[in-house]
């Protein structure tokens, strides 16, 4: 059974930092690509950074780029998304989710390579 657990989620100031973990189980990161996607407030869930089971190498959405890095702990089962230079707009839910097989090669196609979904963690960033 595929489970995804994510924690981390947190009131933090602009220019602040927060470290979002996801433990999984249930499936390897040999055969699954693996991501973090948010969804703020009135607007539609987007794709953060994900890593394909094709190659390992985690790929970020514009807006995040150079501030937040996603890395894995295979001994863990783990992957973790460490946010720097946090802004307002990086408020929203943010979730885990897995998919069996690559990466879809479009950021916006990311949600359809995913097959299981956590319950997402509360990032809050405000003054």
């Known amino acids: 059974q595929v489970q995804l657990v994510e924690s981390g989620g947190g009131l933090v100031q602009p220019g602040g930092s927060l470290r979002l973990s996801c433990g999984f189980s249930?499936?390897?990161?040999?055969?699954?690509?693996i991501g973090w996607f948010r969804q703020a407030p009135g607007k539609e869930r987007e794709g953060v950074s994900c890593i394909s089971s094709s190659d390992g190498i985690p790929s970020y959405t514009d807006s995040v780029k150079g501030r937040f890095t996603m890395s894995r702990d295979l001994a863990k089962n783990t992957v973790y998304l460490q946010m720097n230079n946090l802004k307002l707009e990086d408020t929203a839910v943010y979730f885990c989710a897995a998919g069996r097989g690559p990466l879809a090669p479009v950021r916006i196609w990311w949600s359809q390579s995913m097959d299981f979904w956590g319950e997402g963690t509360l990032v809050t960033v405000t003054s």
């Open positions: 249930g499936f390897t990161l040999d055969y699954y690509s």
